[in-house]
């Protein structure tokens, strides 16, 4: 694990950066970047020992942060905005900007991580490797998502190089934990008695990652950083379809997944692991998909005071 070190994480207030930036200030200092929106976002990382950074990626700089930005050993570069309009203006502004801000500013950490997301393959339904062809694939869904990802892997590349930064490009797949994730929307349709919807003519295959072993490889990330960028896909050991999931939550809470097929739904995108694999340097997932699911029902029907199985 990380111990005894200086992080930033940025999109701090968000699903996946906050659940990190909580489990990485048990043993380092942890400074959590957002805007903070909602302030029992931030109060509730205070809590938890992270040090809350008022910033707005879109115009950043040490001017722009009272007390400005904090020194540290690794930037952690999770903050993303997700939204369905075709507006690359203000993708290029929320997604890929901020990469070279941050890695212009940090010239002298250990590493960099820049979390992309496997959306930028090309669309096929076999395990996408690194050095596979990259596209539009999230085009569909979110017009925007895939092409300012690979724009911000351009951007990574570029400064790392230029500014001399060990940098890591972690493309992720599913993240999931109890509280967030693809796997949890589905769980609460079939809780409210909604659809599942899935791509029709596709093996919507996945390969989901529990937080818990997101946090666990991210030393094996940061140590793999270097000029230029190391790619590495981050995902979980066991590919796993959409359809096979979501009878398996239906299952665990007493109700039955039904699937609603439509063009309209994303198909599945499963990376090939093996560099991961190598990194850590065995088996990626102590927290298999099948007991991270039991833990994530058992949370939802906890919460939602329905009657689980």
């Known amino acids: 694990m990380i111990t005894g070190k200086r992080l930033l994480v940025t999109g701090a207030s968000g699903a996946i950066g906050s659940e990190v930036s909580r489990a990485l200030a048990v043993d380092n200092e942890v400074w959590g970047l957002a805007r903070f ?33 904090p020194d540290v050993d690794h930037v952690l570069h999770f903050a993303v905005d997700m939204f369905p309009e075709p507006d690359f203006e203000r993708a290029y502004r929320h997604n890929v900007e901020p990469v070279g801000l941050l890695l212009s500013h940090y010239r002298h950490v250990e590493s960099f991580l820049c979390c992309s997301s496997t959306a930028v393959y090309e669309a096929d339904p076999r395990p996408r490797r690194e050095t596979d062809p990259l596209g539009d694939y999230m085009r569909s869904a979110i017009p925007t998502y895939s092409i300012s990802k690979i724009a911000a892997e351009s951007v990574a590349r570029t400064c790392a190089t230029l500014f001399g930064v060990p940098t890591t490009i972690a493309r992720l797949n599913v993240p999931y934990s109890d509280t967030t994730g693809l796997p949890l929307i589905h769980l609460r349709s079939i809780l409210a008695g909604q659809p599942v919807v899935v791509h029709p003519g596709s093996a919507n295959v996945y390969a989901p990652i529990h937080v818990d072993d997101m946090v666990r490889t991210l030393p094996a990330l940061l140590a793999a950083a270097d000029i230029p960028p190391t790619i590495v896909n981050w995902g979980g050991d066991e590919p796993v379809g959409v359809e096979e999931w979501a009878g398996h939550l239906g299952e665990l809470v007493g109700r039955p997944a039904v699937l609603h097929e439509t063009e309209a739904a994303t198909a599945g995108m499963c990376p090939d692991v093996e560099r991961l694999r190598a990194l850590v340097g065995g088996p990626i997932c102590t927290v298999g998909w099948r007991d991270g699911f039991r833990r994530m029902a058992a949370a939802a029907t906890a919460a939602t005071g329905a009657d689980g199985a």
């Open 37 to 69: 929106s909602d302030p029992e976002a931030k109060e509730r990382l205070r809590a938890a020992g992270v040090r809350p950074v008022v910033a707005d990626l879109t115009a950043l700089g040490p001017a722009d942060v009272p007390g400005g930005l």
